[in-house]
């Protein structure tokens, strides 16, 4: 009996160091984060011991002892001005320390170590590695995509939506942020920890929110330049059969069904597409590069589920890019003309 007390007042100590404890984030900004989350913590604490130790005062002191009703009346001044002075001198203590960490977290790299343009769309991410000119995309409700970057080094992130309102959230960054329509949002993160870790859209944002997810995998810098030249030798050798002169592309679930087509030189052919995806519009368009300078062609949207053929005009032999304008990267493939 006489050592429950102490067993009691140590269960209570550990709960609420258990209850204090935060995950520290795998980046420099993640890492300030952490800070400032303890910051507060720290500061909150007299202020949490006061309030209790207030509280049972109250208890105990204004104990009813019988059965009139309790007297009642309004604050007086002093009451009304210990209730707005105390917490204004709480925000003013704590403001300094969030804009401070605020504008760390906010701050730009003026030389980014490596540059990525993120585009979220129902229910899929595209990474595209600017200076490395290599697209990475999982595959819609089957593979969800890896974003490969070098550990201690400057990422700078372009994120934008290409339908609704989505959200890039990786929780040991320790922050999200906003993918809004027309408003990309640029950020940059740096990570300091090796490792592999989930991601995820945290907007609600349709009826596979919850399959929108992706990797964020943080690596060593010779094994990121040893992927990104992988990844590039895979693109160029990318390669099918040459098929007729009337090529059948089907999209479903954001996505289409083959990454490469092949049409013979010199004379029309025909792109037949079949939109599997219920109330989501597609496009067909073959470019010379992922970099869009030349425009071959760009059907119109075609909503689904539906059919349409599209006649184009004669090319000359050589590799060319195809893509759905609506989903961007997610929706491409090479076009071989031999």
């Not at 399959?211 to 390669?239: C, G, H, R």
Request: with cysteine; net charge neutral; glycine share 8%.
């Amino acid at each position: 009996m006489a050592r429950r007390p102490g067993a009691t007042a140590a269960c209570v100590a550990g709960a609420l160091l258990l209850a204090g404890c935060a995950q520290q984030g795998v980046s420099t900004q993640g890492q300030d984060i952490h800070d400032l989350y303890v910051r507060i913590a720290v500061l909150a604490l007299p202020v949490f011991v006061g309030v209790e130790a207030f509280l049972l005062w109250c208890v105990v002191r204004y104990r009813k002892r019988d059965d009139l009703p309790a007297p009642q009346g309004a604050g007086s001044g002093r009451t009304l001005g210990i209730f707005f002075a105390v917490p204004t001198v709480i925000i003013a203590v704590l403001f300094p320390f969030g804009e401070q960490t605020l504008s760390l977290v906010q701050h730009r790299d003026k030389h980014p170590g490596v540059v990525v343009n993120v585009d979220a769309f129902q229910w899929q991410w595209t990474f595209t590695y600017v200076n490395e000119g290599l697209i990475e995309s999982g595959k819609t409700l089957v593979k969800p995509a890896v974003m490969e970057v070098p550990v201690n080094q400057t990422v700078h992130v372009h994120l934008q939506s290409r339908d609704v309102m989505h959200e890039f959230y990786v929780p040991a960054l320790l922050f999200m942020r906003n993918a809004i329509p027309g408003y990309p949002n640029d950020f940059d993160f740096t990570p300091t920890k090796l490792g592999t870790y989930p991601g995820q859209c945290a907007e609600f944002c349709g009826l596979w929110h919850s399959k929108m997810t992706f990797v964020l995998k943080v690596v060593s810098p010779p094994d990121y330049a040893a992927w990104i030249q992988s990844e590039k030798a895979a693109a160029l050798n990318v390669s099918c059969p040459r098929g007729p002169a009337a090529v059948q592309l089907t999209a479903q679930n954001t996505s289409w069904n083959t990454a490469c087509i092949a049409v013979p030189p010199e004379q029309p052919w025909s792109a037949t597409v079949t939109n599997r995806d219920d109330g989501i519009d597609h496009t067909f368009g073959v470019f010379d590069s992922p970099k869009q300078k030349v425009r071959y062609f760009l059907s119109p949207p075609v909503a689904g589920p539906s059919t349409a053929t599209f006649r184009l005009s004669p090319l000359r032999p050589g590799r060319y890019y195809f893509e759905c304008t609506i989903h961007g990267p997610s929706m491409s493939g090479v076009l071989i003309v031999r």
